[in-house]
């Protein structure tokens, strides 16, 4: 378990939202820790590793070799890890993986094109935004919508179930609401203030039985000047996913940053043990 000395470093150095202490340990329910100085997670045979060093260089063979004695002292019988490269076996396919990039905007100089302008315009006139500590039954509404629409993969699932917990605490986490002359709720954006430098754009959502065009750049407005206000320097915009997304943060000034690899071993799943064996003498 981390103390509070250990929290406050990580928030200081964090760059990537898996930094964020009480936002990853809310989503995973995994108690954190320090090692070399990367953040680890432990959870029920679970042992998730972070290989983002908060101050120094990823190197391969440090990440594998802290994999190693982490899984001689823990014994998981699953192992998940992200990292700016994936271990070759791991790659090879003895595991679930997944490949992206991390987008972010500056704070210093975010550029607005006119359609952009215009969008935040036109939405304002309709919409009005709050910040919030909490969720309601119209929050899970729209994120039922959103489910219904897109049938996201069970990570996003499991985050949309999880995450009112965590907004509901102390922990940094916010909500941005559009809401309309009603007061109904149009649209909704989770971030993160917790890290000293950044702030992350979580989860969005909006309604499609009530569209407003421009209201999802009207709450990255919002984010933008509640950021600056918070006293960060950029904005982590997430993972690219998918093309639509990509270009609503590139449309924004945001720009790839740093490179995702994300990896799984089930350890006892008797088909891939072989390989699984093999991988793990090798970390």
Not at 34 to 50: Q, S, T, Y
């Amino acid at each position: 378990m981390l103390t509070a000395e250990e929290k406050r470093y990580v928030l200081a150095n964090a760059y990537i939202p898996e930094h964020s202490v009480d936002l990853i340990s809310g989503i995973s329910g995994g108690e954190p820790f320090l090692v070399d100085d990367c953040l680890v997670f432990w959870k029920n045979g679970e042992l998730i590793l972070n290989g983002y060093p908060l101050t120094s260089t990823f190197d391969l063979s440090q990440f594998e070799a802290m994999a190693h004695r982490l899984r001689r002292r823990f014994r998981p019988a699953r192992i998940s890890y992200i990292a700016p490269q994936w271990p070759l076996p791991l790659a090879a396919g003895s595991g679930e993986t997944a490949s992206d990039d991390y987008y972010t905007l500056a704070l210093q100089d975010v550029p607005m094109s006119a359609p952009v302008r215009r969008n935040i315009r036109n939405a304002g006139r309709r919409l009005t935004v709050e910040k919030t500590e909490r969720m309601d039954p119209c929050h899970q509404q729209l994120a039922d919508e959103f489910i219904a629409r897109v049938n996201p993969g069970p990570r996003v699932k499991r985050l949309l179930d999880r995450i009112p917990d965590y907004v509901s605490k102390p922990y940094g986490g916010a909500v941005l609401n559009a809401r309309d002359g009603q007061r109904g709720l149009n649209a909704f954006y989770i971030v993160d203030l917790a890290p000293a430098d950044f702030s992350t754009y979580i989860i969005g959502c909006y309604s499609r039985r009530n569209y407003i065009t421009g209201a999802s750049d009207l709450l990255m407005s919002a984010l933008v000047d509640l950021s600056r206000q918070s006293g960060k320097t950029f904005i982590h915009l997430g993972l690219g996913i998918n093309e639509g997304l990509r270009r609503f943060k590139t449309k924004w000034g945001g720009v790839p940053a740093r490179p995702y690899r994300m990896g799984t071993v089930e350890l006892k799943v008797p088909t891939i043990l072989t390989g699984i064996r093999d991988f793990l003498k090798h970390l």
